[in-house]
T-cell receptor, first 115, second 111 residues
Framework: GAVVSQHPSWVICKSGTSVKIECRSL??????MFWYRQFPKQSLMLMAT?????????EQGVEKDKFLINHASLTLSTLTVTSAHPEDSSFYIC???????????FGSGTRLTVV | TQLLEQSPQFLSIQEGENLTVYCNSS?????LQWYRQEPGEGPVLLVT?????EVKKLKRLTFQFGDARKDSSLHITAAQPGDTGLYLC???????????FGKGTRLSVIA
């Protein structure tokens, strides 16, 4: 079946630094990638949608200059949290959707802790 | 805007009991998916229902999609401690639109 590899699985960074999270589709072409954020004991909240080769579309309240999304190829999308602050600490999850017939495949998530 | 209302949000039951989780919306979905998520991991797909009135069974789990494709339910028979986790329903519209998630149901099954 379709697999999305997400790295790193966890990261701790200092306040003010940037962190990059990668999601790779291993056996299909991810034409669309969705990025979610999940706070403890809450559901997944959509941050942005990106289509390969296009600029990402951000949900209301999500700062596009802070959460940089790149989807330059059909197998790789990245989310960079710039100038991270403790309030950015969360669980970030990507979900890829490919050609017709493929559903939504989720990565395993990245636990970001900003200290 | 939360388009999918999922209930209950928390459920603690004894091993062997039955339970039902509900997902309701005023929107029509082309499909509805149920996921289970363990702490620190991504959601794992349990089932996708696409046809109004459809019923799918996965061992002790029974999933139903409403006739109007606006609501769904998950019924677990004879719950076991291994069923403990966060259950999420998510609706999909046509095209490459994102899934709309419910708030989740945190299930705890006590031995």
């Amino acid at each position: 079946g379709a697999v999305v590899s997400q790295h790193p699985s966890w990261v701790i960074c200092k306040s003010g630094t940037s962190v990059k999270i990668e999601c790779r589709s291993l056996d299909f072409q991810a034409t669309t990638m969705f990025w979610y954020r999940q706070f403890p004991k809450q559901s997944l909240m959509l941050m942005a949608t990106s289509n390969e080769g296009s600029k990402a579309t951000y949900e209301q309240g999500v700062e596009k200059d802070k959460f940089l999304i790149n989807h330059a190829s059909l197998t790789l999308s990245t989310l960079t949290v710039t100038s991270a602050h403790p309030e950015d600490s969360s669980f970030y999850i990507c979900s890829a959707r490919g050609e017709r017939g493929y559903g939504y495949t989720f990565g395993s998530g990245t636990r970001l802790t900003v200290v | 805007t939360q388009l999918l209302e999922q209930s209950p949000q928390f459920l603690s039951i004894q091993e062997g009991e039955n339970l039902t989780v509900y997902c309701n919306s005023s929107s029509v979905f082309s499909s509805l998916q149920w996921y289970r998520q363990e702490p620190g991991e991504g959601p794992v797909l349990l089932v996708t229902v696409v046809t109004g009135g459809e019923v799918k069974k996965l061992k002790r789990l029974t999933f139903q999609f409403g006739d109007a494709r606006k609501d769904s339910s998950l019924h677990i028979t004879a719950a076991q401690p291994g069923d403990t986790g966060l259950y999420l329903c998510a609706g999909a519209h046509s095209g490459n639109t994102p899934l709309v998630f419910g708030k989740g149901t945190r299930l705890s099954v006590i031995a």
